[in-house]
């Protein structure tokens, strides 16, 4: 399959920002923005807003923009439900109209000391009620700078998705966020952003075989901005961006959308 008929996607991460009236707002400029501009089957977009505005969010898009514009989680707990103060379910998250979840993120990972055996829990649970995860996977500097970094993804990717089958496996997205690129303004050079996708291509040729690793629609995330996403977004590699700060504006995020569906 070539890059042309692969799933493409910008999604935004919202992180822990915006209030509900923010939330409503730039889920309206977005949905907007679709309803009158066309974008080819197979370019969409995606929106991750705080778990207290997913409802929200999810209940203001348009049927007709059903397509188009899908909601997802920043993250999901390992079971259905009970006692399990705080967490929210897979099912839940189901439930209220989502179809995505962020998983792996490197937040989690840093902050929440999220393993590999946990995310690798929380893929297979996403699974099982159709949630479609959105796995993150990227290096901290400091094995950047050893240069292991297609080593050190090629574990994060062993250890929570290489149990899979290969049916389940063909329903995830992956997104390669190099940690010392969120945030910071440092984004990953076009040839740094290649570089590890098709390293990661190959990985799941080996792992998957070729229609597999062909087909995975594998998104950059880090600092992508509109300044910088025609040169990302038109590696060969390269099927859209996982955004944070950039999301959080109607404008830059439908440019967002608007470069990927010319170059990408
Ligand atoms: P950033 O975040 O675009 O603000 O660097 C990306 C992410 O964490 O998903």
Same mark, same amino acid.
């Given at each position: 399959?070539?890059?042309?008929?692969?799933?493409?996607?910008?999604?935004?991460?919202?992180?822990?920002?915006?209030?509900?009236? @923010?939330? #409503? @707002?730039?889920? !309206?400029?977005?949905?907007? +923005?679709?309803?009158?501009?066309? #974008?080819?089957?197979?370019?969409?977009?995606?929106?991750?807003?705080?778990?207290?505005?997913?409802? =929200?969010? $999810?209940?203001?898009?348009?049927?007709?923009?059903?397509?188009?514009?899908?909601?997802?989680?920043?993250?999901? +707990?390992?079971?259905?439900?009970? $006692?399990? !103060?705080?967490?929210?379910?897979?099912?839940?998250?189901?439930?209220?109209?989502?179809?995505?979840?962020?998983?792996?993120?490197? @937040?989690?990972?840093? +902050?929440?000391?999220?393993?590999?055996?946990?995310? /690798?829990?929380?893929?297979?649970? $996403?699974?099982?009620?159709?949630?479609?995860?959105?796995?993150?996977?990227?290096?901290?500097?400091?094995?950047?700078?050893?240069?292991?970094?297609?080593?050190?993804?090629?574990?994060? =990717?062993?250890?929570?998705?290489?149990?899979?089958?290969?049916?389940?496996?063909?329903?995830?997205? #992956?997104? +390669?966020?190099?940690?010392?690129?969120?945030? !910071?303004?440092?984004? /990953?050079?076009?040839?740094?952003?290649?570089?590890?996708?098709?390293?990661?291509?190959?990985? #799941?040729?080996?792992?998957?075989?070729?229609?597999?690793?062909?087909?995975?629609?594998?998104?950059?995330?880090?600092?992508?901005?509109? /300044?910088?996403?025609?040169?990302?977004?038109?590696?060969?590699?390269?099927?859209?961006?996982?955004?944070?700060?950039?999301?959080?504006?109607?404008?830059?995020?439908?440019? =967002?959308?608007?470069? =990927?569906? @010319?170059?990408?």
């Amino acid at each position: 399959m070539s890059k042309k008929s692969r799933l493409k996607i910008v999604a935004g991460n919202w992180k822990m920002n915006l209030h509900s009236n @923010e939330a #409503l @707002e730039l889920v !309206t400029g977005i949905s907007n +923005y679709l309803e009158n501009n066309d #974008l080819p089957d197979n370019c969409q977009a995606i929106v991750c807003p705080p778990s207290p505005y997913l409802f =929200l969010v $999810a209940n203001s898009i348009s049927e007709e923009l059903d397509n188009k514009l899908s909601v997802g989680a920043q993250n999901c +707990y390992t079971k259905a439900s009970g $006692a399990y !103060t705080g967490e929210i379910s897979p099912e839940m998250i189901q439930d209220i109209g989502c179809l995505y979840v962020l998983i792996g993120h490197s @937040e989690r990972r840093k +902050y929440f000391g999220e393993s590999h055996e946990f995310l /690798a829990q929380k893929v297979n649970k $996403a699974l099982e009620v159709d949630l479609i995860p959105i796995f993150c996977c990227g290096e901290p500097l400091e094995i950047r700078e050893a240069g292991t970094h297609v080593d050190y993804v090629s574990t994060q =990717l062993k250890e929570s998705l290489f149990h899979l089958d290969v049916d389940n496996f063909n329903r995830i997205i #992956l997104a +390669y966020e190099p940690v010392w690129a969120i945030g !910071t303004g440092k984004t /990953a050079s076009p040839e740094q952003a290649q570089e590890m996708h098709a390293a990661i291509r190959e990985m #799941l040729a080996t792992q998957y075989g070729k229609e597999t690793a062909d087909s995975v629609t594998i998104l950059y995330g880090g600092s992508c901005k509109p /300044a910088n996403a025609e040169e990302l977004f038109s590696q060969p590699d390269v099927d859209g961006g996982l955004i944070g700060g950039a999301s959080l504006k109607a404008d830059s995020f439908t440019k =967002l959308i608007e470069i =990927l569906n @010319e170059v990408g």
